[in-house]
């Protein structure tokens, strides 16, 4: 469905970022992989994800904090078809001792880095009169939960970044959405239930569906497979006409 598509995702050298590749290459795209570091194993992944799926498969190193990088990484690419906009970090404290290096980091790499790299590549887009920007953005996008002030700021910015570049690609074969995801089972958030279980004094099962998945309706996690298979759909012509809304996958977080 995608053959002959290029698309870039920033920050999927794990979790979300590299299930969303793995979606897409499935459906035949070719794809660059990202992330701050430039390891082997990153390569690696590029290369696993192009044996199986038959597809171009790349791994650029760029800093999402950087603007330089994050624009230096749609050129390297030679531009891009499909957008993923996927880095993100989190920090959690009151937002009267959030440190301001920690609060200029998060808006950096899951705010401003949206920003740098869609403006890089749209050019290349409306050239091909065909584009999709996908926003990994979160039920925190839409939502409030108190400790993570820059996290929330961030990621209510891409919701409203992302209506602004539909409305200015509108008409265009352009489409620019957000996915609100609720919790997902990544391997960073995978790390944090043993503390949980831990502090809690509660088996895995109960610290999962009383504390983690409090909000999450569904008590089940959301999986990467269906974050990519969401990312799928809006790189689908089914999905022409969807632009500058949000997509929530989250068990029904947001329904509450
Ligand atoms: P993750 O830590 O597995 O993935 C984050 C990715 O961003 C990693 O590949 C990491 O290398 C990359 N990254 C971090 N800093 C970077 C930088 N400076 N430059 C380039 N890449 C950088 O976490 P995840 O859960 O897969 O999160 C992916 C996205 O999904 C984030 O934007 C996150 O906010 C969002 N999200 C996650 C959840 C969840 O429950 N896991 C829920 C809603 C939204």
């Not at 749209?122 to 820059?150: D, E, Q």
């Not at 043993?194 to 409090?214: F, G, S, W, Y």
């Not at 500058?244 to 509450?256: F, H, N, P, Q, R």
Request: proline share 4%.
């Amino acid at each position: 469905m995608l053959a002959g598509k290029l698309a870039v995702i920033t920050g999927s050298n794990s979790g979300i970022g590299l299930g969303v590749a793995e979606e897409l290459a499935r459906a035949g795209a070719d794809v660059v992989l990202n992330s701050f570091t430039d390891r082997p194993e990153d390569h690696a992944l590029a290369a696993d994800l192009a044996k199986r799926h038959g597809v171009t498969a790349r791994y650029i190193q760029a800093d999402m904090s950087k603007a330089a990088d994050c624009r230096a990484l749609i050129a390297k690419a030679g531009g891009c078809d499909i957008l993923v906009n996927n880095a993100g970090v989190q920090f959690v404290a009151p937002v009267d001792e959030f440190p301001t290096e920690k609060w200029d980091q998060i808006i950096a790499i899951n705010l401003s880095s949206a920003f740098h790299t869609t403006a890089v590549a749209l050019p290349g887009m409306r050239a091909k009169g065909w584009g999709r920007v996908v926003n990994i953005a979160s039920a925190h996008g839409l939502t409030a939960s108190p400790f993570k002030s820059a996290y929330i700021a961030a990621k209510h910015g891409v919701v409203g970044l992302s209506k602004t570049v539909a409305l200015e690609t509108a008409g265009q074969g352009i489409t620019c959405n957000a996915i609100c995801p609720g919790y997902v089972l990544t391997p960073l958030v995978e790390a944090q239930i043993p503390d949980q279980m831990k502090v809690h004094n509660m088996d895995r099962d109960t610290v999962i569906r009383e504390v983690m998945l409090l909000r999450q309706p569904s008590r089940q996690f959301a999986t990467v497979e269906q974050i990519g298979g969401t990312t799928v759909y809006l790189c689908s012509a089914a999905a022409d006409q969807v632009t500058g809304t949000t997509i929530s996958v989250d068990g029904g977080w947001t329904a509450l």
